[in-house]
């Protein structure tokens, strides 16, 4: 029996509304289009998994409900959180060629300094976050430079401002994915023998009765030793919404006051172990320790003694790089812990609570903005730099904020394999060990099909919790965990794998979503030449070890060197 499950994205009407109107719709207008693999989301993941079915000779639609793809590294204005093995091992062939178009592509047309044209490992912002800071448009044009050619054969058809409404389902199988335009309201009805989900909140896991989890498991689910009594569903990472800034020395460009200024002025996190001040203050907890620390953001001084200096964190344009009068200052990307939001989540929620939150979060940053604007103490004993200027170009925005916000957590579908705690968590992994110290490892998985390091990094949460930051160990991908336990044609694409709310902190990374992606696209490539179903390849030990051969031959690696190596 084939049903239709139905998911309302904001949308100001009824239920019941929204029902006839999409109905009359499928009715009068609708356009069927058909592919090998269909992929819902542009992020990182999705553009990663499209160009690994592509260069298989597949076609791909691919869907994003913004009008930039690239995710993380463009419409959400993050510079790329890298382990620091990224240069030489550790990451995919198409990864490594995206950072090399970037640099590239700084090269052939930015005015740089000679050089800083002559640095092999050109990092353009100087950002102490990433060896490769840059600005997302340059993101954004080496991604497309990277599908241009299969746009011109015909072989992927990317459908910007669309997301998933409904999905079709029978069984076990996905049938169709209906996306509709935020623009025109159109609607379109998507088919394939395999669907990649890579939406940055695993938008088509409920749409399809996928089974998933969503929030904080309980220690008597998972066993972990970081995990909460009691399984929290609603406790999710803080979202953020990024934006970029440069500063005008002697100029005024003080934006409007936004209208919950006061409200975020005056706002202290209620969180345990408790936040050391105001949230709009130069004070945070410290990730690993949780004690107070003192931090600035002062765009006119590079010592700042005993501050950490915020501006040079995630800056992605550093005016010293490039030739004089190119910039008139620094470019900074303003993702800290003043602009982590906290009130709520926006999946599992209501159309209406989901709205109020992405308000209330553009309205945190904008505050955020004003405050350094005009109130925020100065290491010269004065208030406020006028001259920081909101760089809403930057982000291809009007309001001039980030496209989107970024989004830690998603859904995770419940997978095959789940990977947890005692597989990376570096204390945990030292007592499933017997505490040998010497040659700690991570969990080396026989179904691994790509690697990342990070640590478990987990921002304050809507639930109360303060960071939770610990160290984990260099990590591999297990197949089982893009793999959902019972649907047989959709793969995970990016954070919505098989992972825990703790072990998806390091899977959210950049490079671990790309890897994560793009061997979904290789995995439904596979099988459709193989006529096999992902778990019969997970599952048989001939399939998987010529699958793994196959993606090590397209660059994908799947083992850490030896540890004495790292």
Not at 296 to 321: F, K, M
Not at 438 to 462: K, M, Q
Request: charge should be negative; proline fraction near 6%; charged fraction near 25%.
């Amino acid at each position: 029996m084939i049903t239709r499950r139905h998911f309302l994205r904001n949308t100001a009407i009824g239920a019941s509304a929204f029902l006839i109107r999409s109905e009359a719709i499928f009715a009068d207008s609708a356009r069927e289009l058909k592919a090998d693999v269909v992929i819902l989301g542009g992020g990182v993941g999705g553009c990663a998994a499209a160009l690994g079915a592509l260069r298989n000779g597949k076609k791909v639609i691919l869907t994003e409900e913004t009008d930039w793809i690239g995710g993380q590294l463009t419409q959400q204005g993050v510079p790329p959180d890298e382990h620091p093995w990224i240069e030489t091992f550790g990451c995919t062939r198409a990864y490594r060629r995206l950072r090399d178009g970037i640099r590239d592509y700084y090269r052939e047309h930015y005015p740089l300094t000679e050089s800083a044209r002559a640095q092999w490992n050109l990092n353009p912002g100087a950002g102490s976050v990433s060896r490769i800071c840059h600005e997302p448009r340059v993101s954004l044009a080496v991604l497309r430079s990277m599908f241009a050619p299969y746009l011109g054969s015909g072989s992927l058809r990317i459908l910007l401002n669309s997301a998933p409404i409904e999905a079709e389902v029978e069984g076990d199988f996905i049938r169709s994915v209906s996306v509709q335009n935020r623009e025109s309201g159109r609607i379109r009805i998507l088919h394939a023998p395999y669907f990649i989900d890579a939406t940055e909140m695993g938008d088509l896991l409920p749409m399809a009765g996928v089974e998933y989890v969503a929030g904080a498991e309980s220690q008597s689910q998972t066993g972990e030793m970081h995990a909460p009594s009691e399984a929290q569903p609603q406790n999710m990472q803080a979202c953020t919404w990024c934006f970029a800034m440069d500063y005008i020395e002697g100029e005024d460009h003080t934006i409007d006051k936004p209208e919950m200024y006061e409200f975020w002025r005056d706002y202290t996190p209620e969180l345990t172990p408790p936040w050391p001040d105001k949230l709009l203050s130069w004070m945070y907890s410290n990730p690993s320790t949780l004690a107070p620390r003192k931090i600035i953001c002062d765009p006119g001084s590079e010592n700042t003694g005993e501050y950490y200096n915020l501006w040079r964190y995630r800056r992605i344009a550093a005016r010293r790089q490039f030739t004089p009068g190119a910039y008139a200052s620094d470019i900074t990307i303003v993702n800290w812990p003043q602009n982590d939001y906290l009130l709520g989540n926006v999946c599992d929620v209501s159309d209406e609570e989901k709205k109020k939150h992405m308000h209330q979060a553009m309205q945190l940053s904008l505050s955020l903005m004003y405050w350094m604007q005009t109130e925020a103490p100065r290491l010269d004993g004065k208030t406020g730099w006028p001259g920081l200027r909101l760089r809403g170009d930057i982000l291809g925005t009007e309001h001039g904020l980030a496209k989107f916000p970024y989004i830690r957590e998603s859904r995770r579908i419940e997978a095959e394999f789940t990977v947890l705690e005692e597989h990376i968590g570096a204390e945990m992994r030292a007592k499933v060990l017997g505490g040998k110290q010497d040659d700690l490892r991570a969990e080396s998985f026989s179904d691994s099909v790509g690697l990342g390091s990070y640590r478990i990094d987990l921002h304050p949460s809507t639930g109360g919790d303060n960071y939770i930051d610990f160290s984990s160990l260099p990590f591999e991908i297990p197949l089982g965990a893009l793999i959902p336990k019972r649907v047989e044609n959709l793969i995970a694409g990016c954070k919505n794998l098989g992972v825990t709310h703790l072990t998806n902190g390091p899977y959210r990374m950049h490079p671990v979503e790309w890897n994560i992606g793009e061997s979904a696209g290789l995995l439904a490539a596979y099988c459709i030449d193989k006529n096999e179903k992902p778990r019969g390849i997970r599952n048989q030990s001939a399939p998987l070890r010529d699958f793994q051969r196959w993606i090590m031959a397209q660059g994908v690696e799947i083992r850490w060197p030896s540890i004495h190596a790292l």
